[in-house]
């Protein structure tokens, strides 16, 4: 009963400065249904900077042997290969899975040599787990088993060859014998990415497992998943398809662990900037219920003299300050989330983006990624500050003297 009418003096109290009190609300709002926008935004860039890099090689998962993670030798192999990759296409029907094999080799063309990174793939599946096959920018992709080539941009330029022109290999085969082939090259990559276009080549997996003596073995098991952030039900299926004693499974963050911590290092500063703009929303509340102190000075003075104990006014301010927070709240959620589904259909985009995105073989446009903790987290921490923001006025309160008060004009 006495929160009751606590409440409703609260609520009272906030509309004898209508003005006021809306343009503190206003500047809640506002701030709400930014941070919701631009955090399910942010989300939707992380999420297609996770796509861009696993796709474009690594993939979500991997099947290898154990150890070769930690020390890529050509002995650390997996047998029959193509077998397992069918199986698994088999037991998780909705991932996308091509084998692989790998070998660090001497590659010559006519002028010049360089040591590469040999891919042998499967032509027909490594399009639905990697990029690179939709970034050749001269000849096409590999087909079949013959011995042909796609290379990097940058590795063909150092090499001095175009598609139709022969590359030598030189390695060491899985039994330790003496591994050369010459294979035509008939495509040309560009990754945008200088790492892998310098130092990559691809070759079918069947050419690969002939050249280098691998008896039907690779290395790698390659497999993409629809969501990147739900992978546990395909991992838990992998794991029942493949021998405990034998091939091991990895995560991406196995893969690539510096995604996931340049993606925290992004998030950290991004929020270095939304305290930014929290504090100062925090600040009009301050100001705010200052003024309501100020303004009422005589009044509480009144009624504290008649009996009335400053902590139910500390507890009445705190009710004000908590129905204004709560409000923007309410308005800066709905109409976040109505921003966030509009881009969520349409797409967000900006000058150049684009242009920039068709160069890596990407959507053109970024959308926005909700969930429960993009929609809610930062008007949490808004209705939080809202109320942090209160403790002074309402210790002026409470330190305020009814005779003092009284006389105040």
Not at 109 to 122: N, T
Request: with cysteine.
């Amino acid at each position: 009963m006495i929160y009751g009418i606590t409440l409703s003096l609260a609520w009272r109290n906030l509309w004898r400065q209508p003005w006021r009190t809306w343009l503190t609300v206003v500047a809640m709002v506002f701030s709400n249904t930014l941070l919701v926008f631009m955090v399910s935004l942010q989300f939707g860039m992380y999420r297609l900077m996770y796509e861009n890099s696993l796709n474009m090689f690594h993939g979500h998962l991997q099947v290898q042997a154990e150890g070769y993670l930690d020390e890529p030798w050509m002995r650390f192999s997996v047998p029959g290969i193509a077998a397992l990759a069918s199986d698994l296409r088999t037991a998780v029907p909705e991932a996308r899975v091509s084998a692989r094999a790998s070998a660090f080799v001497l590659v010559s063309s006519a002028d010049r040599s360089y040591g590469v990174q040999l891919i042998g793939v499967q032509p027909d599946f490594e399009p639905a787990v990697s990029t690179l096959p939709g970034l050749i920018k001269a000849g096409r992709w590999l087909s079949g088993t013959a011995p042909e080539a796609v290379i990097g941009s940058v590795l063909a330029r150092n090499l001095k060859v175009q598609p139709g022109d022969e590359l030598t290999f030189l390695g060491s085969g899985r039994d330790g014998s003496f591994a050369a082939a010459v294979a035509t090259v008939v495509g040309v990559f560009d990754s945008g990415a200088a790492d892998i276009d310098r130092s990559l080549i691809e070759i079918p997996l069947a050419a690969f497992q002939d050249i280098f003596s691998m008896d039907g073995h690779g290395h790698s098991v390659v497999i993409s998943m629809p969501d990147v952030f739900d992978l546990d039900p395909a991992k838990a299926a992998i794991r029942q398809s493949i021998d405990d004693a034998g091939p091991v499974l990895h995560h991406w963050d196995a893969l690539q662990p510096g995604l996931r911590q340049t993606v925290q290092a992004d998030m950290v500063g991004s929020w270095f900037m939304y305290a930014v703009l929290i504090a100062l929303v925090a600040f009009s509340v301050l100001n705010t219920q200052l003024m309501s102190v100020l303004d009422r000075t005589r009044e509480f003075g009144i009624v504290m003299a008649l009996g009335l104990k400053p902590g139910r006014l500390g507890r009445l301010l705190l009710f004000e300050t908590a129905i204004m927070a709560g409000l923007g709240l309410l308005l800066g959620v709905a109409l976040g989330v109505a921003v966030v589904l509009y881009f969520q259909v349409y797409g967000f985009s900006y000058p150049g983006l684009e242009e920039a995105a068709a160069r890596f073989n990407l959507p053109g446009r970024i959308y926005p990624s909700a969930s429960f903790a993009s929609v809610i987290l930062g008007p949490l921490v808004v209705f939080a500050a809202c109320l942090a923001a209160a403790v002074y006025p309402i210790a002026k309160l409470l330190r305020m003297q009814p005779v003092a008060a009284m006389q105040a004009a």
